[in-house]
């Protein structure tokens, strides 16, 4: 099993511009999640999914999209890329709601200029 | 909204000291995690508590959840070089139907050799 995969790793983008982060897993994961990372701040829930074709706000979701048409993929889109959206990002799955053990992606690094 | 904070935000120490790092939520918790980040890294589940006053240890770490299940510590004892990196609770809300896994913003733990 792969785990959970992210890509890009690194990713520039000017102002403006838009992208979709792809987060995929391989263990049929019912849960997952989209995180950001800043300094200081912690992980900061973006997003997260349930279930193929439900999907919730967290505590950040201003500025990215989400859906889940199946059960490995779970990608995340920015409409208009700002530089505040300068953070690594974290794509999560769990086996069951938030109750479960987390399994995290090895992250993607994007910078907005 | 439902917060975890976690402090101390920092902590330097001596190989071999003590180290406690310590989770507070502003709602009662249905549980509680523990994540540790290496440097460059994502986060690595370490334990999960659900019952009140839970205790559980792991080699020299010690993990408990408050009798109100709004708080968390994480104790390392005799901390070694190998245990340097940040290290995040995160609690789900009372509710069992959110699905929102809220992260403290983690202390990152430097060891000196």
């Known amino acids: 099993n792969a785990g959970v995969t992210q890509t890009p790793k690194f990713q520039v983008l000017k102002t403006g511009q838009s992208m979709t982060l792809q987060c995929a897993q391989d263990m049929n994961h019912e849960y997952m999640s989209w995180y950001r990372q800043d300094p200081g701040m912690g992980l900061r829930l973006i997003h997260y999914?349930?279930?193929?074709?439900?999907?919730d706000q967290g505590e950040v979701p201003n500025g990215y999209n989400v859906s889940r048409s199946t059960t490995e993929d779970f990608p995340l889109r920015l409409l208009s890329a700002a530089p505040s959206q300068t953070s690594v990002y974290f794509c999560?799955?769990?086996?069951?709601?938030?109750?479960?053990?987390?399994?995290f992606g090895p992250g993607t690094r994007l910078t907005v200029t | 909204g439902q917060q975890v904070m976690q402090i101390p935000q920092y902590q330097h120490v001596q190989e071999g000291e003590d180290f406690t790092t310590y989770c507070n939520s502003s709602?009662?918790?249905?549980?509680i995690q523990w994540y540790k980040q290496r440097p460059g890294g994502h986060p690595v589940f370490l334990i999960q508590?659900?019952?009140?006053?839970e205790v559980k240890k792991q080699k020299r770490l010690t993990f408990q959840f408050g009798e109100a299940k709004k708080n968390s510590s994480l104790h390392i004892t005799a901390t070694q070089t190998t245990d340097v990196g940040t290290y995040f609770c995160a609690g789900k809300g009372g509710s069992s139907n959110t699905g929102k896994l809220i992260f403290g913003q983690g202390t990152t733990l430097q060891v000196k050799p």
């Open positions: 508590l659900v019952k009140s006053g």
């Open positions: 999914s349930v279930g193929a074709g439900i999907t």
């Open positions: 709602t009662t918790l249905s549980n």
């Open positions: 999560a799955s769990s086996g069951g709601l938030a109750m479960d053990e987390q399994y």
